[in-house]
């Protein structure tokens, strides 16, 4: 999600992986996969930093799972696996 603000000054989170594309007309305008579209106060640009550094943070996490360095907490359940037999997903 990346946060962003309306015209009239709200902030809201927006699903970055809906976002179709961003015209700045002059105003800023996103358009979503389903035709939704929202104006905002951020530029053409600040719309494509703010998603690049969401997908870039998700990817770092990703990451830092892959070498071990989550730690689940102390009181945590732990994690089940479930055994399929050979040859069945």
């Known amino acids: 999600m990346v946060t962003l603000t309306r015209l009239t000054g709200g902030p809201f989170a927006l699903n970055a992986d809906l976002i179709e594309r ?20 951020e530029s053409l640009d600040e719309v494509v930093a703010a998603v690049r550094h969401f997908r870039s943070s998700v990817l770092a996490a990703a990451a830092d799972l892959e070498v071990g360095h989550h730690r689940p907490a102390a009181d945590a359940a732990p994690a089940s696996v479930l055994q399929f037999p050979h040859g069945e997903r």
């Open 22 to 41: 961003v015209d700045q007309t002059p105003d800023t305008v996103i358009t979503l996969v389903d035709g939704t579209k929202y104006l905002v106060r």
